[in-house]
């Protein structure tokens, strides 16, 4: 069954908090397409994610807020399906 946004926003907040980390909503008033969220995680690790269901593509000003954030050196994630969010902690936690 295919997940909604929402769905996988709440498995990873439930993943992050039990690993002892912080998953808040971010919003920017004013700065349209900003990531949906920032996962920070023991060790100082930051990241700001961007959410799709299965088969999501993020929107053009989502896309240039993203790029913008990796050239100023941050970590940014686009997690597209709740597999994707499952990788992405394999990854990033181990």
């Known amino acids: 069954m295919e997940k909604r946004e929402?769905?996988?926003e709440s498995w990873l907040l439930k993943k992050i908090k039990k690993l002892g980390g912080k998953f808040v909503k971010f919003t920017s008033p004013?700065?349209?397409?900003?990531?949906?969220?920032i996962a920070i995680l023991p060790?100082?690790?930051v990241w700001f994610i961007e959410l799709k269901k299965d088969g999501g593509e993020p929107s053009e000003i989502q896309k240039?807020?993203?790029q913008q954030l990796r050239?100023?050196?941050?970590?940014?994630?686009?997690?597209?399906?709740l597999d994707e969010a499952?990788?992405?902690i394999w990854e990033v936690i181990g």
Request: aromatic share 6%; hydrophobic share 40%.
């Open 6 to 8: 929402r769905d996988i």
């Open 30 to 37: 004013g700065n349209a397409g900003v990531p949906d969220r």
């Open 43 to 45: 060790g100082g690790q």
């Open 64 to 66: 240039w807020q993203m």
């Open 71 to 81: 050239k100023l050196g941050c970590n940014v994630a686009l997690i597209t399906g």
């Open 86 to 88: 499952r990788a992405w």
